[in-house]
């Protein structure tokens, strides 16, 4: 089965089309990141704009080599994310549901990120799956007992990992995103020049804090002697021993089989070198280019939980929860 995925929740413009939840027949994805290079962080009202000037030549692309009446429905993003983004994504896949009479299938985002890492993998992970999606805009550890069955079991009180990343680049006048240029930066770096805080680290529950980090990251930037290599691997490896640490406790308590990595920070090279030594065979996590936003994760999504809804009660929700 065929399905058209289309993914607009934040600064990309995303279509493509899945066979079976696994397999990728075409991926398109346009950014309008460029844009927001210079000041350094999404601005709403550009990406939307953006998103309306590219979403049908991306969907154009994406279809051009399949016959339309071979998919069998329309999969779109509708939450969580920026409401003008998410609106262009939407609104258009219910238009291409009502044109070409497909199901349409709403996802949530951040069930998209943990998707992705079903698509071209050889082995599926196997449930119960305990699930860490760190994106510019959460980090939430979730157990997974079957498709459709997600329970949190906790999250960020404040900023998101990615975010995190992203604010300390920006310190450091390393760009945006933060998250690739930081790992960039931290290649040859000393991971313990700086000792940096390990937010709630020992806490009782499975929440993250990383404003406190930033914080301390800020102190740091003001007097210190390091070089900028030292401070980034030192800083990302703060971020990676808090995600690891917590995830390693639950997946223990929840005797989790499989652990699965998604989202934009799922794909730094520190965090994924981690966690396949802490979860060997069991780790589950995508190409790299697959962890950071893109619609083949909503196709798979949509496919492994093929819950059509009427047209018109599809509603873009920016603030959906998981
Ligand atoms: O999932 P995503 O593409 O968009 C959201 O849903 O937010 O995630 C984007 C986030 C950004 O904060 C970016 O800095 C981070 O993912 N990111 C990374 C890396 N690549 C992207 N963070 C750390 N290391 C990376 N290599
Ligand atoms: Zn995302």
């Not at 940096?196 to 929440?207: E, I, T």
């Not at 404003?211 to 990302?236: H, I, M, P, W």
């Amino acid at each position: 089965m065929k399905i058209l995925g289309i993914e607009t929740s934040c600064d990309e413009t995303a279509a493509a089309i899945v066979e079976d939840g696994k397999k990728i027949i075409s991926n398109v994805v346009a950014s309008s990141l460029p844009l927001h290079a210079e000041t350094g962080g999404v601005i709403p009202e550009t990406a939307a704009r953006e998103q309306v000037r590219s979403i049908i030549p991306v969907i154009a692309e994406a279809t051009k080599d399949t016959e339309i009446d071979s998919i069998s429905a329309v999969a779109v993003s509708y939450g969580p994310g920026l409401i003008g983004s998410l609106l262009v994504g939407v609104e258009t896949a219910k238009s291409l549901s009502l044109a070409w009479q497909k199901p349409l299938i709403p996802i949530n985002h951040l069930v998209g990120h943990f998707y992705s890492a079903f698509l071209q993998g050889s082995t599926e992970p196997a449930f119960p799956i305990l699930a860490l999606i760190v994106s510019g805009g959460h980090t939430e550890l979730v157990l997974a007992a079957d498709h459709g069955k997600f329970h949190y079991l906790g999250g960020t009180r404040d900023d998101a990992a990615g975010e995190a990343f992203d604010k300390v680049a920006r310190l450091l006048d390393l760009g945006y995103p933060g998250g690739p240029a930081i790992q960039k930066a931290a290649e040859k770096g000393d991971r313990q020049a700086i000792d940096f805080p390990r937010p709630l680290l020992d806490s009782k529950d499975y929440d993250f804090s990383f404003s406190g980090l930033k914080t301390a990251a800020k102190r740091e930037v003001e007097k210190t002697k390091v070089s900028t290599q030292d401070f980034a691997a030192s800083f990302q490896e703060a971020i990676v021993d808090v995600l690891m640490s917590k995830s390693k406790k639950a997946f223990k308590e929840f005797k989790a089989t499989s652990f699965l990595l998604g989202g934009g920070v799922a794909a730094n090279a520190q965090l994924r070198n981690r966690a396949k030594k802490i979860f060997g065979e069991k780790l589950f996590v995508s190409d790299p280019k697959l962890s950071i936003d893109n619609a083949a994760m909503i196709a798979s999504a949509a496919y492994f939980n093929f819950k059509p809804l009427p047209c018109l009660s599809v509603k873009a929700d920016p603030a959906l929860l998981i």
